[in-house]
């Protein structure tokens, strides 16, 4: 007994001797610090922040979290997106834009703003998704020689191949934090279609393959240039439900690019239209030079009567509603497929 004694007292002095640990319990011989108190805590605290490997079935999650945050990984913090595909949010989509010339009223990066605002929706519309960061160049022309977009100031192109390793390793990232369904849709027409299948779409495959019938697939979503085709669902729309009918014009280019087309409507280079200012518009009006092409009349417009830049708006935000519906079911679709026995 007087051994224990004498042991607790030595203790005690010993903590005021080292900045005052005073003791806070006791117990049967035992001895507890507010040192020792701070170190339990910092342990328990650290132990909350490693990342979870508990399935959110283990943890008795019965439907998908909503999130209380943004849909793009780029904006939300490595915990609210390990909480968010725990609690259900299993797919991700990976949106490949474009950075090319637009004419003289759109901005460079039209591919990107477009791709954005229709993948953020369609995350929202199938609400178990996030949204990667946009692969904002792609393959589009060559450097020496010139070819292709290369041709026009700030237009940014990467070789097929570069191109295509860089889609494996973000496809791979994402399958390496958990994530069940990768789905990559492709604005830019040179990337990919379900009738001109070109480098993202052979990326997908092979790599989905290369995968195997595992937790986790890849799927390329040809379904969203599609809709872009002449007689695709999204032309549809302009025509019949907004009334815009454009007028079709020669899309032939001169190797000059500060002169307009022979039939002085359309300017050197462009390669958009109403559909496309009026998704930029509702996503970015600030890359849309709305009040300078109204300004020039529908000779600059395709024939249209583009009305106000807030009509535009209102517009390009229909557009993305109808389409991320569409794009949505295609997901859908394609996911349940690719567990078909």
């Known amino acids: 007994m007087h051994m224990r004694s004498e042991l607790k007292c ?43 490997t508990v399935s959110s079935q283990a943890r008795g999650a ?17 915990l609210e997106v390990r909480d968010a595909i725990a609690t259900g949010h299993s797919t991700v989509i990976v949106p490949i834009g474009g950075t090319e010339q637009n004419g003289p009223y759109l901005a460079l990066g039209k591919h990107n703003f477009v791709v954005k605002g229709i993948a953020e929706t369609t995350a929202r519309v199938l609400g178990n998704a996030l949204v990667a960061p946009i692969v904002a160049i792609g393959p589009g022309g060559s450097i020496d020689p010139a070819t292709g977009h290369m041709r026009w100031p700030g237009s940014m192109a990467v070789r097929r191949e570069v191109f295509q390793e860089l889609l494996v390793d973000i496809l791979s ?8 369904d990768i789905v990559v849709i492709a604005e830019h027409e040179g990337s990919s279609s379900q009738e001109r299948p070109g480098p993202a779409f052979e990326t997908v495959t092979e790599l989905d393959k290369r995968w195997g019938p595992g937790e986790t697939r890849a799927h390329f979503v040809p379904e969203y240039r599609d809709q872009l085709e002449d007689d695709g669902h999204a032309s549809t729309f302009l025509r019949d439900v907004l009334g815009v009918v454009e007028e079709v014009m020669d899309q032939e280019v001169p190797e000059s690019g500060d002169r307009y ?37 529908p000779q600059a417009s395709y024939g249209v009567d583009w009305g106000s830049p807030e009509q535009l708006a209102t517009n390009g935000r229909k557009l993305i509603d109808y389409r991320a519906k569409l794009i949505a079911d295609a997901i859908r679709n394609a996911i349940v497929s690719s567990r078909e026995p």
Do not use: C
């Not at 005073?22 to 922040?49: N, P």
């Not at 050197?268 to 009006?285: K, L, R």
């Open 62 to 78: 019965s439907a998908v979290a909503p999130l209380s945050h943004s849909v793009f990984l780029e904006e939300l913090t490595w």
């Open 261 to 297: 087309l022979q039939d002085g409507r359309n300017p050197v280079g462009t390669h958009e239209g109403y559909y496309y200012s009026a998704v930029t518009m509702a996503v970015n009006p600030a890359a849309v030079r709305a009040a300078e092409r109204i300004a020039a009349g």
């Open 173 to 180: 990232n994402l399958r390496h934090h958990g994530f069940r």
């Open 10 to 52: 030595n203790a005690q002095q010993h903590g005021a001797r080292r900045g005052g640990s005073s003791l806070l319990r006791r117990g049967r011989g035992l001895v507890v610090t507010r040192k020792t108190w701070y170190t339990l805590g910092l342990a328990v605290s650290l132990a909350s922040l490693m990342p979870s």
